[in-house]
């Protein structure tokens, strides 16, 4: 069994069928203005609407989608932790990905996969966003494909996940 398989994969729900696969997306601080903040460099689709594309992309996998902003580091942390039994994650981290240790020892605790997803390409940018913290305990990294880097990385999870 890998470090991302749990014994829930087995288990049935209280509906007594197999319970369907379940996905984080998780976005962390300034990526509520989607949209409209620095559009040549992170476009003018919205948050919402890179949400519903996910959904979309879970819903044809026959796999529910859990979404969560936070400009609030602690707050990302909770939704990671609170959410223990997800089948992995899509999280971008934002400016986090370049500061912070907390974020990443939770990410490392994870059960599950969690792909890492910057809308640009950082190691093009200000040399202080070339680091992340969190790319040695990353199942994957998804950089610089704009927002369509969270589908990709959606189904990279979808793809992997263990057969039930």
Known sequence: MTRYQ???DSAPSSTGGA???SYLL?????LNTLGTRE???YGTTTLAEVVARCRRVAKDAGAELVD??????GALIDFLQA???SDGAVLNPGGLAHTSIVLRDAVAACSFPVVEVHISDVTKRETFRHHS???DVTANQIVGMGV??????LRWLIERAPKK
Do not use: F
């Open 6 to 8: 749990k014994a829930r």
């Open 133 to 135: 913290y969190l790319k």
């Open 19 to 21: 319970k369907p696969r």
């Open 68 to 73: 969560y902003q936070s400009n609030h580091e």
């Open 39 to 41: 559009p040549q460099i």
């Open 83 to 85: 959410n223990a039994a």
């Open 148 to 153: 369509v880097g969270y589908e990709v990385a």
């Open 26 to 30: 998780v976005n962390g601080p300034n």
